[in-house]
């Protein structure tokens, strides 16, 4: 069974400061891992995602996330926080293999407040 | 670029009424999913389907039922609807690579259910 812990519910920066959100994972198997944002009263967006080979993967809008197997984490940074970040971050596994699909086991979510 | 379109947006439901929830999508994809979101818990996977005239139960199955007649169609039943069913439910598709490993999800805009 897999499983994501996602640190802090709620999470506030200030404009211009470092955002991290963190994410630990338990899986089985070596698993896919993403970040969607969802904006209020909006669908999820994804943000990036990780699936084989380098382990630092870019996404939309300045975000970045490292994957580190040995501490089972996939934090989320971005350099310089904006206005337009707020919202709800959500970490999600799932197992790369066809026979289960894509099943998305996601965290609880982390509201990102950017402050003035 | 409609990805995947969910009707209706909004609907507020007696208790024990039913209703059904409709998922398209017009990627192609063969896997798709329905999930439901409620404050402090994340995503949870309700039912999904791996192709055509096929479903599967997930996290939280029960009071709800599923059918995928067509594979850019997924309906998500509720026979007779609940309080605790108040919930924000999204649909999302997704596929497989060329070399049989799965892609990401995409959601639809969500629908807000409310049962009184």
């Known amino acids: 069974a897999q499983s994501v812990t996602q640190l802090g519910s709620h999470v506030s920066v200030s404009e211009g400061a470092l955002v991290l959100l963190r994410c630990n994972y338990s899986s089985s198997v070596p698993p896919y891992l993403f970040w969607y944002v969802q904006y209020p009263n909006q669908g999820l967006q994804l943000l990036l995602k990780?699936?084989?080979?380098?382990?630092l993967v870019k996404g939309i809008n300045g975000f970045e996330a490292e994957f580190k197997k040995s501490e089972t984490s996939f934090h989320l940074t971005k350099p310089s926080a904006h206005m337009s970040d707020a919202a709800e971050y959500f970490c999600a596994v799932s197992d790369p293999f066809t026979g289960t699909a894509s099943k998305l086991t996601f965290g609880t979510g982390t509201r990102l407040q950017v402050t003035l | 670029n409609a990805g995947v379109t969910q009707t209706p947006k909004f609907r507020v439901l007696k208790t024990g009424q039913s209703m059904t929830l409709l998922c398209a999508q017009d990627?192609?994809?063969?896997?798709m999913y329905w999930y439901r979101q409620d404050p402090g818990m994340g995503l949870r996977l309700i039912h999904y389907?791996?192709?055509?005239?096929?479903?599967a139960k997930g996290e939280v199955p029960d009071g709800y039922n599923v059918s995928r007649l067509k594979k850019q169609n997924f309906l998500l039943g509720l026979e007779s609807a609940a309080p605790s069913q108040t919930s924000v439910y999204f649909c999302a598709s997704s596929s497989v690579t060329p070399t049989g490993l799965n892609t990401e999800a995409f959601f639809g805009q969500g629908t807000r259910l409310t049962v009184v």
């Open positions: 990627m192609n994809h063969e896997y």
């Open positions: 990780y699936t084989t080979g380098a382990t």
């Open positions: 389907s791996v192709g055509e005239g096929t479903t």
